[in-house]
């Protein structure tokens, strides 16, 4: 990592924290692993294959909004339903999976670690993030948009595995201003200047937490050289999911204006020809 001096900064800022940290080549070895999320629904089951029946007849209950059809119907000519044998290596196969998961566990906290993150994204363009390693809380300003860091879990950078588990919301400093002004809120948060992401890339400044632990910085650190590395990815990602969220957003809406009739209940039912007893 690089450090630049900060252009512009308070006299409190620049007793509080140090200089702003800014990605450098290493971030052309970062990647997410697992792909990213656009927020596509997953495509709905296929319906289940009916026998087509022979109805004898019918009684019907007329409910509120639907009916409820009975339907005494013929034999359907079903396939045998064959106790399946209880598979001796499903437990086995149960214990590597659980065997595959600890390991995958104990490699993630070998490697780089496991971290919870919560990011307030302001104005879409400076983003306090705070993160944990152990106990110990840190904070920092960050240049990136931590929306477009969301769709995945686990990425590789600066050689090592990380996963994160991200929630971010986003504040607006011209909202939080009118309140001030209005009295609900007693003031600002102070943010500071950062180095423009256009100009110099993803770049962040410690307000929190031991700045010489290795363990905890190496996260932040290899999250910026991702966001470098793979910029144009994150964004139109995130530009997929906002979309595809508007679109869910939308069609609830649509559904709870005008909600579609609910369907008939239909139950067919027949009598089972009973195989004789063997003596």
């Known amino acids: 990592m690089k450090k630049i001096n900060l252009l512009v900064i308070s006299l409190f800022l620049s007793l509080l924290v140090g200089p702003p940290v800014i990605a450098d080549e290493s971030s052309s070895n970062a990647k997410v692993i697992g792909g990213i999320s656009d927020g ?23 409910k509120k909004d639907h009916k409820v059809i009975f339907n ?24 590597r999976r659980h065997e595959e998961v600890k390991k995958w566990i104990s490699d993630v906290k070998e490697s780089g670690g496991f ?29 990136v ?18 996963n994160m588990i991200l929630f971010s919301a986003n504040a607006s400093t011209a909202r939080m201003r009118k309140e001030v002004e209005a009295g609900y809120r007693n003031s600002l948060p102070e943010i500071p200047k950062l180095p423009a992401l256009a100009a110099k ?39 997929e999911r906002e ?13 709870e204006r005008n909600p579609p009739p609910k369907p008939d209940v239909i139950i067919n039912y027949w009598k089972e020809k009973r195989q004789p007893r063997q003596k």
């Open 40 to 62: 596509k629904p997953s495509a709905p089951q296929p319906p289940k294959k009916i026998p087509e029946f022979k109805v004898h007849w019918s009684t019907v209950h007329q």
């Open 72 to 95: 005494k119907v013929a034999a359907p000519n079903l396939p045998k339903l064959v106790p399946q044998p209880v598979d001796e290596l499903s437990m086995a196969e149960i214990e």
């Open 115 to 143: 971290f919870i993150v919560s990011a307030t994204v302001y104005d879409h363009k400076t983003t306090h993030v705070r993160w944990w390693n152990g106990k110990e809380e840190y904070a920092c300003y960050s240049n």
């Open 145 to 162: 948009d931590w929306n477009h860091l969301g769709g995945f879990h686990e990425f590789e950078g600066r050689g090592k595995r990380f």
């Open 201 to 239: 890339g993803a770049a962040y400044m410690v307000v929190k937490g031991d700045e010489d632990n290795e363990e905890a910085m190496e996260f932040m650190e290899a999250i910026h050289d991702l966001y470098d590395a793979n910029r144009a990815e994150l964004v139109s990602a995130w530009r």
């Open 243 to 255: 979309k595809n969220h508007k679109l869910y957003l939308k069609q609830r809406e649509e559904q």
